[in-house]
């Protein structure tokens, strides 16, 4: 079974920048799929971004692209999400998640992302 913790959340003004964090423990992830999701106040979980095994193929949502890079540091079991330009409409519970071990490529499919971390709160002020 796979643990995952996030780390990294905070306040932060609008148009700064923070990276997120997370560490799996438990077993190997080198091989998976991993991804950020993130949920705002009465809204539904939503992907943010998701990065292959080795990754070489990244997605992000349209709503982060070109200002939030996923990365991962699979020798320290870690996958970061450094987001820059942040604004009042990134706040929100980001949580990281263990998807599927794919050869290449990446999936978009909340349903394959079976493990999930307690997730780390990010608010920007407007």
């Known amino acids: 079974q796979v643990k995952l913790v996030e780390s990294g959340g905070g306040v932060v003004q609008p148009g700064t920048s923070l990276r997120l964090s997370c560490t799996a423990s438990?077993?190997?992830?080198?091989?998976?799929?991993m991804g950020w999701f993130r949920q705002a106040p009465g809204k539904e979980r939503e992907l943010v971004a998701v990065?292959?095994?080795?990754?070489?193929?990244?997605f992000y949502s349209e709503s982060v692209k070109g200002r939030f890079t996923i990365s991962r540091d699979n020798a320290k079991n870690t996958m970061y999400l450094q987001m820059n330009s942040l604004k009042p409409e990134d706040t929100a519970a980001y949580f990281c998640?263990?998807?599927?071990?794919?050869?290449?490529?990446?999936?978009?499919?909340?349903?394959?992302?079976?493990?999930w971390g307690q997730g780390t709160q990010v608010t920007v002020p407007s």
């Open positions: 438990g077993r190997d992830t080198n091989w998976d799929v």
């Open positions: 990065i292959s095994w080795s990754g070489a193929s990244q």
């Open positions: 998640a263990d998807g599927p071990a794919l050869r290449s490529g990446v999936t978009t499919e909340m349903r394959e992302f079976t493990a």
